[in-house]
C-alpha cells in the first residue's frame, strides 16, 4: 500500500509554497495596501552597459531595484522553477509506483483514476506551469535579443573577408546518419569557436547525397576548395601550439580529437552572468544555438514546410512525436508502444498536454504530427487506439505508407528521403510540444532546435534517456543536502559533486551517478542541482 498520509503530507507542503510563491509574486510587497500586479513592473529588466560603458544592444537582468530586492525576486523565479521540477518528479513516482506487475491497460486506469480522485497534481503542477510561462515570456525577448547576437558573431568567424588568410578548422566526421553527423558537425563548430577559426566541413564521408542543397552554406566566403597550405592535425587541446598554424584538421573519429576544452555542455563565460537568469537550461540553449546556425533550412526546404503544414492544416498549438524504431532496436533501443508516448510514464505526455491547455472544448482537434521509420504500423495502432485524435504525417499519399512498410535504412539515404527528414526535422521542432527518445540523435536533436529560439525545457520530454552530448562534458551536480543511501544508492554531503554515469531510461526524479570518492548508485534528483562549465570562447570575447 502507499502511505497516502505521507503523500497527502507532500502534495500539501508543495500546493503551500507554491500558493505562497505565487502570491509573492503577484504582491512582492506584503504590506501594500493596493498591491500592483503588472508583469512588466514585477519583472523589470534593465539595460546591461558594455566593457566601453556604451549603451548594449541587448536588455538583461534586473532593473534599478534595490540589491535586496534584486536577489529576492532571482529567488523567488529560481524557487518556482525548482517547485514546478519538483513536482513534476514526485508526480511521476507515483505514476511509477503503480507500474509493478501490471499491464499497460490496468496501470493506466489505475493511475488515471488515482491521480484524478485523489492527487491534485495535476491542478498543482498547472498552477505552477501558468507562474513558469509568466517567467519565461518576460524573458523571451531578451532571449531573442541575446540569440540573434550569438548568430550574428558564428556568421561573422564563418564568413571572413579574406579567406586565404583566416585560420581555419577542417572538420572530418565518420560515416553515420543525419543526427549522428550534425552533433560531430556541432563538436567542431564548438571548437572553431573557441579557438576563432572558420569551420569548413570535408564532406567526403556524408551518408546522404544532397546534404548542402538542405541547409543554408555554413559559409559564403570560404569553402574547402580554399585550402592551399598544409593541413595539420589536431592531437588535442594545447591551443598555443596551433597559433602558428593556419589549417587544423580535427577529426572526431578519433579519441585525442575530444581532448578539448570546447565541447557540448560547457557554456560561453561571457554569459555567466545573464544566461542563468533568462533560461532553465543554459548548456540546452548555447547547444541551441549551435545547432541553429547548422541546421538553417534552405529555402526549397523552409517552402515545403510550409506546403505541409498546409496541406495538414497543422496549425498551433500542435503536438509532435517521434517514433524511432527500425535499426535503432538492434543495439540502441527498446520498442516504445504509442500509449507510452501517448499517455504513460510522464507528467505531460500528449494527452495530458492537450487537457492542460484546451480542456474539454469539443470544437477543438487534438492534432499530433508523426514523424517515425516505421509509418506503416505507428498510424494505424496511434488511430485505433486514440479516435479522438488526429495523427498526421509528413506522406504525399497512403501509397507512401504502404511502401514504408519495406523501407531499410539503405532506402533513407536518397535525396527525396533526405529532404523528407528535414522536413520532419523542422515541423517537430516548431511544435508546442514534443514528446521523443533521446536515445536517438535525431531526438535530441529536435529538442536542441527548439531550444535555439525560446526556452524548451519544459516543452520535450524524452520517454527514455536524459539529454546528453555524445563528445560532450558528463552532467554534473553539486549535492545541496547530505543523503544516506542503502544498498544499490549513492551516498554524499551537501556540496559534493556527482557526476551522472548513466542516462538511460532512469525516472527523473532518480539519478545514477558518482561521487567524488568513487562510489557509484542511484540517488533522488531533489538533493542535487546541476553545475554549469564556463569557458572562454575566443570568437565570443567582446561580445559586449
Known amino acids: 500500500m502507499v502511505?497516502?498520509?505521507?503523500?497527502?503530507?507532500?502534495?500539501?507542503?508543495?500546493?503551500?509554497?507554491?500558493?505562497?510563491?505565487?502570491s509573492f509574486l503577484m504582491f512582492p510587497n506584503c504590506l501594500q495596501e493596493k498591491p500592483e500586479t503588472n508583469w512588466s513592473n514585477?519583472?523589470?529588466?534593465?539595460?546591461?552597459?558594455?566593457?566601453?560603458?556604451?549603451?548594449?544592444?541587448?536588455?538583461?537582468?534586473?532593473?534599478?531595484?534595490?540589491?535586496?530586492?534584486?536577489?529576492?525576486?532571482?529567488?523567488?523565479?529560481?524557487?518556482?522553477?525548482?517547485?514546478?521540477?519538483?513536482?513534476?518528479?514526485?508526480?511521476?513516482?507515483?505514476?511509477?509506483?503503480?507500474?509493478?506487475?501490471?499491464?499497460?491497460?490496468?496501470?493506466?486506469?489505475?493511475?488515471e483514476d488515482y491521480l484524478t480522485n485523489y492527487l491534485p497534481f495535476n491542478d498543482l503542477t498547472r498552477k505552477m506551469k501558468f507562474l513558469v510561462d509568466v517567467i519565461h515570456n518576460e524573458s523571451q525577448k531578451e532571449l531573442s535579443d541575446l540569440g540573434n547576437e550569438v548568430q550574428?558573431?558564428?556568421?561573422?568567424?564563418?564568413?571572413?573577408?579574406?579567406?586565404?588568410?583566416?585560420?581555419?578548422?577542417?572538420?572530418?566526421?565518420?560515416?553515420?546518419?543525419?543526427?549522428?553527423?550534425?552533433?560531430h558537425i556541432g563538436n567542431c563548430l564548438l571548437?572553431?569557436?573557441?579557438?576563432?577559426?572558420?569551420?569548413?566541413?570535408?564532406?567526403?564521408?556524408?551518408?546522404?547525397?544532397?546534404?548542402?542543397?538542405?541547409?543554408?552554406?555554413?559559409?559564403?566566403?570560404?569553402?574547402?576548395?580554399?585550402?592551399?597550405?598544409?593541413?595539420?592535425?589536431?592531437?588535442?587541446?594545447?591551443?598555443?601550439?596551433?597559433?602558428?598554424?593556419?589549417?587544423?584538421?580535427?577529426?572526431?573519429?578519433?579519441?585525442?580529437?575530444?581532448?578539448?576544452?570546447?565541447?557540448?555542455?560547457?557554456?560561453?563565460?561571457?554569459?555567466?552572468?545573464?544566461?542563468e537568469f533568462l533560461h532553465d537550461d543554459p548548456n540546452m540553449w548555447w547547444i541551441g544555438q549551435i545547432m541553429g546556425?547548422?541546421?538553417?533550412?534552405?529555402?526549397?526546404?523552409?517552402?515545403?514546410?510550409?506546403?505541409?503544414?498546409?496541406?495538414?492544416?497543422?496549425?498551433?498549438?500542435?503536438?509532435?512525436?517521434h517514433v524511432r524504431r527500425t535499426d535503432k532496436l538492434i543495439e540502441e533501443a527498446r520498442k516504445f508502444e504509442i500509449e507510452e508516448y501517448m499517455t504513460l510514464y510522464l507528467q505531460d505526455p500528449v494527452v495530458a498536454w492537450y487537457d492542460s491547455q484546451v480542456g474539454n472544448a469539443c470544437n477543438y482537434t487534438r492534432r499530433v504530427y508523426v514523424a517515425s521509420d516505421d509509418l506503416a504500423n505507428v498510424i494505424p495502432d496511434a488511430r485505433n487506439k486514440y479516435p479522438n485524435y488526429d495523427f498526421v504525417y509528413n506522406a504525399v499519399d497512403d501509397k507512401k505508407l504502404l511502401k514504408d512498410m519495406k523501407q531499410t535504412v539503405q532506402s533513407r539515404q536518397t535525396e527525396d528521403e533526405l529532404v523528407a527528414i528535414v522536413c520532419d526535422l523542422m515541423i517537430l521542432s516548431q511544435s508546442d510540444y514534443f514528446v521523443g527518445t533521446y536515445s536517438s540523435n535525431v531526438g535530441r536533436l529536435i529538442t536542441q532546435l527548439m531550444h535555439s529560439s525560446s526556452d524548451a525545457t519544459y516543452r520535450s520530454r524524452s520517454i527514455d534517456h536524459r539529454m546528453f552530448y555524445h563528445g560532450g562534458l558528463p552532467l554534473t551536480y553539486r549535492a545541496v543536502e547530505d543523503f544516506s543511501g542503502g544498498k544499490g544508492e549513492l551516498s554524499f554531503s551537501a556540496g559534493e559533486t556527482i557526476v551522472l554515469t548513466s542516462s538511460v531510461e532512469f525516472p527523473s526524479y532518480k539519478g545514477f551517478g558518482r561521487n567524488e570518492a568513487g562510489h557509484e548508485g542511484s540517488f533522488p534528483m531533489h538533493k542535487v542541482e546541476q553545475t554549469l562549465t564556463f569557458v572562454q570562447y575566443l570568437a565570443l570575447n567582446d561580445i559586449f
Open 3 to 22: 502511505n497516502k498520509t505521507l503523500i497527502f503530507l507532500l502534495v500539501t507542503s508543495l500546493s503551500f509554497n507554491v500558493t505562497f510563491l505565487y
Open 42 to 111: 514585477i519583472y523589470p529588466i534593465p539595460k546591461v552597459r558594455n566593457r566601453n560603458d556604451k549603451q548594449a544592444s541587448l536588455s538583461v537582468g534586473i532593473s534599478k531595484t534595490s540589491p535586496k530586492d534584486q536577489f529576492t525576486l532571482v529567488k523567488a523565479r529560481s524557487l518556482i522553477k525548482g517547485a514546478y521540477s519538483e513536482a513534476i518528479e514526485v508526480n511521476e513516482f507515483v505514476r511509477k509506483y503503480f507500474r509493478k506487475d501490471m499491464d499497460l491497460t490496468k496501470k493506466a486506469a489505475l493511475e
Open 152 to 183: 550574428k558573431r558564428i556568421h561573422k568567424l564563418q564568413n571572413p573577408s579574406d579567406c586565404k588568410t583566416a585560420k581555419k578548422l577542417v572538420c572530418k566526421f565518420p560515416y553515420c546518419g543525419l543526427g549522428c553527423q550534425y552533433h
Open 191 to 275: 571548437a572553431a569557436l573557441g579557438t576563432n577559426r572558420v569551420m569548413l566541413v570535408d564532406y567526403s564521408s556524408v551518408r546522404y547525397p544532397g546534404i548542402r542543397k538542405v541547409f543554408l552554406p555554413l559559409s559564403d566566403t570560404c569553402s574547402m576548395e580554399d585550402l592551399q597550405k598544409q593541413v595539420e592535425e589536431w592531437k588535442g587541446e594545447l591551443q598555443e601550439s596551433y597559433e602558428h598554424i593556419q589549417v587544423v584538421r580535427l577529426d572526431v573519429r578519433h579519441e585525442p580529437s575530444r581532448n578539448t576544452r570546447f565541447k557540448g555542455l560547457t557554456v560561453p563565460k561571457f554569459l555567466q552572468e545573464k544566461i
Open 293 to 321: 546556425y547548422l541546421l538553417r533550412p534552405s529555402p526549397r526546404i523552409s517552402v515545403k514546410v510550409q506546403e505541409i503544414k498546409k496541406k495538414l492544416n497543422l496549425t498551433h498549438p500542435y503536438v509532435s512525436i
